[in-house]
């Protein structure tokens, strides 16, 4: 069984960083490109990273690029974020996401439960 | 970036009611397009790949059609655990896109 569990969110300070990961089992975590998507309270789903399967390949939406730093770690299946100079409009559930084709940019077939980010002073 | 336009935002039907939402992408983008179920607490899940492709456990009722720049997803008989907002996405070109969303309450 495919499990994602984030884990790392909490309440920040605007300005300051936070450290999301996910833990992956039940798959060959190696072979997949992973992805976080947000949700802010209120709106809807958008894409903030993708890492390609072995971290050849990484891609941010203009709104987090320079800010935020996505990686992995095959060896322990572990996926990040690494957050930074963090902003109100940051807030949001972070779902770390598993791409349904190993080989191929794919849709996401398994999403966590998220973990929530919140930015406030 | 290609914006994906979804109508309508929102769509009140009753049980047993047929209904179908429209995704617009702002060019052509094949048919790498996905439709995903966001109830209220829950993660969201994965219904349709590729355009027209069920995803496994997904019930028949879903079903989604379209290629380039128009696509559909339809649901052919509404159960109460369909209520809940429905968001379209491209994985055709980075960044990956997600339409705005459109909640399904009861009428």
């Known amino acids: 069984e495919v499990r994602l569990l984030e884990s790392g969110g909490g309440l920040v300070q605007p300005g300051g960083s936070l450290r999301l990961s996910c833990g992956a089992s039940?798959?060959?975590?190696?072979?997949?490109?992973m992805n976080w998507v947000r949700q802010a309270p209120g709106r809807g789903l958008e894409w903030v990273a993708t890492?390609?399967?072995?971290?050849?390949?990484?891609y941010y939406a203009d709104s987090v690029k320079g800010r935020f730093t996505i990686s992995r770690d095959n060896l322990l299946s572990t996926l990040h974020l690494q957050m930074t100079s963090l902003r109100v409009e940051d807030a949001a559930i972070y779902y770390c996401t598993k791409e349904r084709d190993a080989y191929n940019p794919d849709a996401f077939d398994f999403w966590g439960q998220g973990t929530l980010v919140t930015v406030s002073s | 970036d290609i914006r994906m336009t979804q109508s309508p935002s929102t769509l009140s039907a009753s049980v047993g009611d047929r209904v179908t939402i429209t995704c617009r992408a702002s060019?052509?983008?094949?048919?790498?397009v996905a439709w995903y179920q966001k109830r209220p607490g829950e993660a969201p899940k994965l219904l349709v790949y590729?355009?027209?492709r069920l995803e496994s456990g997904v019930p028949s009722r879903f079903s989604g059609s379209g290629s380039g720049t128009e696509f559909t997803l339809s649901i052919s008989s509404l159960q109460p655990q369909d209520f809940a907002t429905y968001y379209c996405?491209?994985?055709?070109?980075?960044?990956?896109?997600f339409g705005q969303g459109t909640r399904l309450d009861i009428k």
């Open positions: 996405q491209q994985y055709s070109v980075y960044p990956i896109t």
């Open positions: 590729k355009a027209s």
């Open positions: 039940g798959f060959v975590f190696s072979n997949y490109d």
């Open positions: 060019q052509s983008i094949s048919d790498w």
């Open positions: 890492v390609s399967s072995s971290e050849k390949n990484i």
